[in-house]
T-cell receptor
Framework: AQSVTQPDIHITVSEGASLELRCNYSYGATPYLFWYVQSPGQGLQLLLKYFSGDTLVQGIKGFEAEFKRSQSSFNLRKPSVHWSDAAEYFCAVGVSNAGNMLTFGGGTRLMVKP | DGGITQSPKYLFRKEGQNVTLSCEQNLNHDAMYWYRQDPGQGLRLIYYSQIVNDFQKGDIAEGYSVSREKKESFPLTVTSAQKNPTAFYLC??????????FGPGTRLTVL
């Protein structure tokens, strides 16, 4: 079965600094990969997704992620963080032959210092 | 606008009561899902349905029940058999391949 690990439970960055959130997955073949963001008390919003092709994926709100097969990673990056980016971020992996199922990581809570 | 609605936003339950959480989507998606979210634990799958009149248990189905009589609707009942129901509940829907869209959630509290 597939699994997802987000090693960092909490991350604090200064506004304007760059950001990288880590995500590692375990699966025997190339999975479908997603990053979602959740503001407190809200649902999840899709930031970006990787299905195939170019391994650098652009998403909304200035985020990007890079799929690295050799490292089984799909890290999320943003060059300059804004205070409004403070939220919880979830990485997820999906397998097409598993009934459209997603497995989520435990999440990383991002705090932004002024 | 297309999307997923969940109601109510906040729900309070007394011990021994069953409560039903509503989830409606107008995205014409075949698949729908219910997740439970506890602080620091990410999302755990309760039930999912890939087609009308069919649904499957997820990882933590005990104490919960669902129905899927219409494509648009996937209500979740939290029964008295669920011993620790206080949590944030999220409904989602999807159409292949795999991208899931989420509703705003329902926070359930047991009094």
């Amino acid at each position: 079965a597939q699994s997802v690990t987000q090693p960092d439970i909490h991350i604090t960055v200064s506004e304007g600094a760059s950001l990288e959130l880590r995500c590692n997955y375990s699966y025997g073949a190339t999975p479908y990969l997603f990053w979602y963001v959740q503001s407190p008390g809200q649902g999840l919003q899709l930031l970006l997704k990787y299905f195939s092709g170019d391994t650098l994926v652009q998403g909304i709100k200035g985020f990007e992620a890079e799929f690295k097969r050799s490292q089984s990673s799909f890290n999320l990056r943003k060059p300059s963080v804004h205070w409004s980016d403070a939220a919880e971020y979830f990485c997820a992996v999906g397998v097409s032959n598993a009934g459209n199922m997603l497995t989520f990581g435990g999440g990383t809570r991002l705090m932004v210092k002024p | 606008d297309g999307g997923i609605t969940q109601s109510p936003k906040y729900l309070f339950r007394k011990e021994g009561q069953n409560v039903t959480l509503s989830c409606e989507q107008n995205l014409n998606h075949d698949a729908m899902y219910w997740y439970r979210q506890d602080p620091g634990q990410g999302l755990r799958l309760i039930y999912y349905s890939q087609i009308v009149n069919d649904f499957q248990k997820g990882d933590i189905a005990e104490g919960y029940s669902v129905s899927r009589e219409k494509k648009e609707s996937f209500p979740l009942t939290v029964t008295s058999a669920q011993k620790n129901p206080t949590a944030f509940y999220l409904c989602a829907s999807s159409s292949p391949p795999l991208e899931q869209f989420f509703g705003p959630g329902t926070r359930l509290t047991v009094l």
